[in-house]
């Protein structure tokens, strides 16, 4: 379960979304346990607040961009200053690290400079799925948990950055694990960001199905790599008194007997 | 169709307690979707196809000019006459004229969602011209007086039972269960139309500039006979439908049929090159080709939108929308409806009559997935999403530009967004319900809380526990 013998340090900075911050800081807990049981060092820059993702996403592009530039030159200047070592951004959300990714791309084209920085971001930032299993080449974590689980494919991760069956393998070498597959698993929940207040008939119409198909799928756990995703159904199996625990892969991930 | 604007979030909850429709719309939806994604498994080099076909288109866009003049000499050549339609308005003038010049008393049409666009049927009717839908489920909504609800196929929201009633109430037979009896019906009905009509008119899937060809796709045979049985057929064609050779035509036939219907090839796929020859039996005397503008030069001149006009209608975006396939077609309030309506209706109409549907979309990306060219719809939309609030509608806007400006305050200092994290979690505490969830909110938030619980603001946020544990050995 160590790393097989890293030619050099590894360091991640982990890159804390707003809502893991704010309303679930035990993901983000879970994913610092998990990255150092495997060896590797952590380190979290206080200075970051929010990618600007929803504002981008709410048409309010100006404001996305001072909040972005922002993120950037954090992020930016801390991974200059350690030379000596293979330095990563690791984000418990395939919703945040598209954000930097591929839209950062389109909200800095025009300014040639920061789109360097962005590209000097962007391949050292991974989303923490991704990370485990393609730099760290890591599925079985050691983990341990007792439950039938099903994954919920959130629509950016598996989109934007075309992440499908990384999840699926750390979930199914969890010992104590059933996997099983929902119809339907990679429809969108109907959160959307602001998408969920604007029209919340429609997003609960989305919901409603993503819910019927959790339910039929036998699971008693659901586990999904967005928090976004997972509070907009979790709100709803809470509210509807269903019994069927909602929990972010590094939560599972952090499980021991 | 009398537009006005697009009242989303009315109609589609309008469409959501529309329990026949909810149960039409899976599945239709379904059955696309699935003879989609085993059609698209079939071809092993299905993603190559799809790029391949956007560069062609790209490369088309980007150089429509040259081609569209390529395509009218083409026309004129084969004996063909070509018209040039700004807007809405003077196609629908340019078509009428045709038809009263050629003293035409009855016109038989063939599916176009370019007709419906420029609400042709009616300008016939104003000039007196009685006018037929010949495809079966146009033919439906026509005698209903409704508008289609689904690019390819129309009366989607309608059941055998509604159909049944329909045609006994329009048509003076009576009630037959069966859709057979039913179909038979109406293919009696309609052999006599394309008898006794004096024109045809039709749109078209492609128009080949190097040759002139138009073609177009149907399963019912309807259309080949709108286009070869009356004595004048007309085409009316958005200028975006545009290919450069004909030898790229089976690429792109490929990939329609494939992503609307999951068929090989569509029934019947009509090759139509200028009107009768003298050598032919049979075919129309005239043949007009009229090109339609009608907002598709604005979208032209947007770079970062422009790639909406490489779409060729068929419809897969629409069945691997989850909103569309919950609130159906009629909600996008215009003729095109799902994620490629929702990109350019705001485009075609302009952003203040459908200032909602840049925002009808969870931007779950499913359209940019199956789309045949790949439009990148989710840019698209966000690209349109910051032209609303930048736009006079946009400044409407007051609360949500207010929370933006306040957010970004707020995350522009790190010292203001512990703070407020730390006020919010004290100021949540009322509406704390036992679950541990806020129950209910205030507005807009009980947007949310009316039907689902919202996650409490932690006693100790993520930074604060950091402190805690930056020290703990994995």
Not at chain 1, 127 to 133: A, Q
Not at chain 2, 170 to 184: N, R
């Amino acid at each position: 379960m160590q790393l097989n013998n890293p030619k050099r340090p590894l360091k991640v900075y982990i890159f804390i979304t707003c809502l893991v911050d704010t309303f679930f800081p035990e993901v983000g807990e879970s994913m610092v346990k998990v990255l150092k049981a495997l060896g590797v060092e952590v380190d979290f820059i206080e200075e970051q607040t929010c990618c600007g993702q929803p504002a981008f996403n709410s048409g309010y592009q100006d404001d996305a961009r001072v909040v972005a530039e922002r993120f950037l030159s954090i992020f930016d200047k801390t991974l200059r200053d350690e030379p000596g070592k293979d330095t990563y951004i690791v984000c418990p959300s395939g919703s945040c690290t598209s954000m930097v990714k591929v839209f950062y791309e389109d909200i800095f084209k025009n300014s040639p400079e920061l789109l360097n920085k962005v590209r000097h971001i962007s391949q050292k930032t991974f989303e923490f799925s991704e990370f485990l299993v393609t730099v760290l080449n890591t599925v079985d974590v050691g983990a341990e948990y007792s439950g039938v689980i099903t994954y919920h494919d959130s629509c950016h991760l598996l989109r934007e950055l075309g992440i499908k069956d990384g999840p699926r393998e750390l979930i199914k070498s969890v010992k104590g694990v059933e996997f099983k597959e929902m119809e339907l698993h990679d429809a969108c929940c109907g959160f959307g960001g602001t998408f969920s207040i604007k029209f919340p008939k429609v997003s609960v119409s989305m919901l409603d199905e993503k819910i019927e198909c959790i339910i039929n799928s036998g699971a008693d756990t659901l586990v999904s790599s967005d928090m976004g995703c997972l509070m907009n159904i979790g709100g709803a199996l809470s509210r509807r008194k269903i019994p069927v625990k909602v929990m972010h892969l590094a939560e599972l991930l952090a499980k021991r007997g | 169709m009398g537009f006005e604007e697009v009242r989303f979030e009315q109609d589609s909850e309008k469409a959501l307690r529309n329990k026949s429709l909810q149960k039409a719309l899976v599945n239709v939806t379904n059955r696309f979707r699935s003879a989609r994604n085993k059609a698209s498994e079939e071809v092993p080099d299905w993603e190559d196809l799809r790029t391949s076909a956007r560069e062609i288109k790209k490369e088309t866009i980007e150089n429509l000019d040259k081609y569209l003049l390529i395509l009218e000499e083409s026309v004129k050549r084969t004996g063909g006459k070509v018209h040039w339609a700004k807007d809405a308005e003077e196609a629908s003038r340019i078509i009428v004229g045709i038809a009263r010049e050629g003293n035409v008393k009855s016109v038989v049409k063939s599916k176009s969602m370019a007709t419906e666009e420029i609400e042709l049927n009616s300008s016939f009717e104003d000039a007196g011209i009685k006018v037929v839908e010949t495809d079966l489920g146009e033919y439906i909504i026509q005698l209903a007086g409704e508008h289609p609800s689904h690019i390819i196929a129309p009366a989607i929201p309608k059941t055998k039972e509604d159909i049944s009633k329909l045609f006994s109430e329009k048509l003076g037979i009576p009630h037959y269960d069966k859709p057979e009896e039913l179909t038979k019906v109406a293919r009696e009905r309609l052999r006599s139309e394309f008898l006794n009509a004096d024109m045809g008119v039709s749109g078209a899937n492609f128009a080949v500039a190097e040759t002139g060809t138009i073609v177009v796709v149907e399963n019912e045979g309807n259309a080949r006979l709108t286009t070869t049985v009356p004595k004048i057929h007309v085409a009316l064609v958005g200028i975006e439908k545009l290919i450069p050779h004909y030898e790229d035509l089976s690429l792109f036939l490929t990939v329609l049929a494939r992503s609307a219907t999951g068929q090989k090839s569509s029934t019947y796929v009509s090759f139509i090159t200028g009107p009768k020859r003298s050598t032919d039996i049979d075919g129309p005397e005239e043949f007009h080709l009229v090109l339609l503008d009608n907002g598709r030069s604005k979208i032209l001149a947007s770079e970062e939108t422009r790639e909406s006009l490489y779409c060729i209608r068929c419809g897969a975006c629409l069945n691997n929308c989850p909103v569309y396939r919950k609130v159906g077609g009629h909600s996008y309030g215009w003729v095109y409806s799902g994620p490629i309506g929702a990109i350019i209706t705001p485009q075609l109409m302009g952003i203040d009559k459908a200032p909602e549907l840049p925002f009808a979309s969870s931007l779950c990306g499913a359209c940019h997935d199956v789309c045949p060219v790949k439009i990148d719809f989710p840019k698209v939309l966000l690209e349109l999403r910051k032209n609303v609030v930048e736009s006079k509608k946009g400044g409407t806007r007051v609360l949500e530009r207010l929370g933006i400006r306040l957010w970004r305050f707020t995350v522009e200092h790190e010292s203001i967004y512990k703070i407020t994290n730390k006020l919010s979690y004290y100021f949540q505490l009322p509406w704390k319900g036992s679950n541990g969830k806020l129950n209910s909110l205030p507005y807009p938030f009980s947007r949310w809380t009316d039907q689902r619980d919202f996650p409490a603001v932690a006693k100790k946020t993520f930074r604060e526990t950091w402190k805690e544990i930056k020290h703990e050995a994995g």
